[in-house]
């Protein structure tokens, strides 16, 4: 009898202590998006708060605006490369447009085939 009950205890206790750590968490809404060939001003939102020319005074983009109030923006990026396709290649495969002899804007018609990353 005595071994049920140090066995109901440590059982009450055991769920006492986890169930309260338990602690439901929501997976990050993440939005990755890559334009082409943009501006530092290419879109209605400005880039940088104190600098007014750091938004186009004629795209318009409210859709764009939307998500830049409600989430982060990150103004100051880096590519891996100043052409479309190195870059695009870079973030497919995580490695750099160099490692891939991929340096020029080029389709597979040139040759460059995608490597398995």
Avoid at 8 to 29: D, I
Avoid at 85 to 96: A, E, F, N
Wanted: hydrophobic share 45%; charged share 15%.
């Amino acid at each position: 009898m005595n071994a049920y009950r140090l066995a109901s205890v440590y059982v009450a206790v055991l769920f006492s202590v986890t169930g309260s750590s338990v602690v439901a968490t929501e997976k990050p809404n993440i939005l990755f998006m890559m334009s082409d060939d943009q501006a530092w001003n290419g879109l209605s939102v400005p880039m940088h708060p104190a600098i007014p020319w750091s938004k186009s005074s004629i795209v318009e983009t409210p859709n764009l605006e939307k998500l830049a109030a409600q989430g982060m923006r990150f103004s100051a990026a880096y590519a891996p490369a100043s052409v479309c396709s190195p870059t695009r290649i870079s973030l497919q495969t995580g490695k750099s447009p160099a490692a891939l002899h991929w340096t020029k804007a080029a389709g597979p018609e040139a040759g460059h085939k995608l490597i398995e990353p």
